[in-house]
């Protein structure tokens, strides 16, 4: 499996230019998995829904599946953080795992930046930045040598990754932790 993450500030298009990668890595013939980070108390099953019943009545895992999807929910019974490799030990395999947040992941990650956000870069000071991804690279508020991509071609991301694919194998931290209970 080969992982790269995409770092930015809320507002600056990740979610769209990872959207725009995995179609362009999809019709390449790659199989595609992501990891994202939510930032807030978040649900993907609905009030009502008996997924959300069972979690509410006080279930910590709760697993619906179908023919066509799977998808589990994990309740914590206190706020904690978890590892992005915890996270990447429970995908299926795939040849690439998008990771979408995880600013200070330790993994190679490209910068999502847009001047109009007014958030200050990251790569001077993260070394596990390959490249940056802006709508306005005129616009970098310091120099640097990384590769600078077009935020709205994410065929051309996506190519820049098939490019220099190995540099992408993932190879899973030695003490990687489980996600908590």
Avoid at 3 to 23: D, Q, R
Avoid at 68 to 86: Q, W
Avoid at 88 to 95: M, R, S, W
Wanted: charged share 25%; proline share 6%; glycine share 6%.
């Amino acid at each position: 499996m080969k992982v790269v993450g995409f770092a930015g500030w809320s507002g600056s298009g990740k979610t769209t230019l990872v959207e725009g990668v995995i179609a362009s890595l999809v019709l390449a013939g790659q199989r595609v998995s992501v990891v994202k980070h939510a930032h807030h108390d978040f649900d993907i099953d609905l009030p009502g829904k008996d997924s959300w019943r069972h979690r509410k009545a006080g279930a910590g895992e709760v697993i619906v599946a179908s023919n066509r999807r799977f998808a589990k929910i994990r309740e914590y019974a206190s706020e904690r953080r978890t590892s992005v490799h915890a996270l990447l030990a429970e995908l299926d395999a795939c040849d690439w795992a998008l990771v979408e947040g995880f600013k200070h992941g330790e993994l190679p990650k490209i910068e999502v930046w847009r001047a109009v956000i007014g958030k200050p870069v990251q790569y001077p000071d993260d070394p596990r930045i390959v490249a940056v991804a802006t709508d306005s690279p005129r616009q970098l508020p310091k120099p640097t040598l990384l590769p600078v991509l077009d935020l709205d071609v994410p065929d051309a991301v996506a190519e820049f990754l098939l490019q220099s694919s190995a540099r992408y194998d993932y190879v899973a931290p030695a003490a990687t932790i489980a996600v908590a209970r």
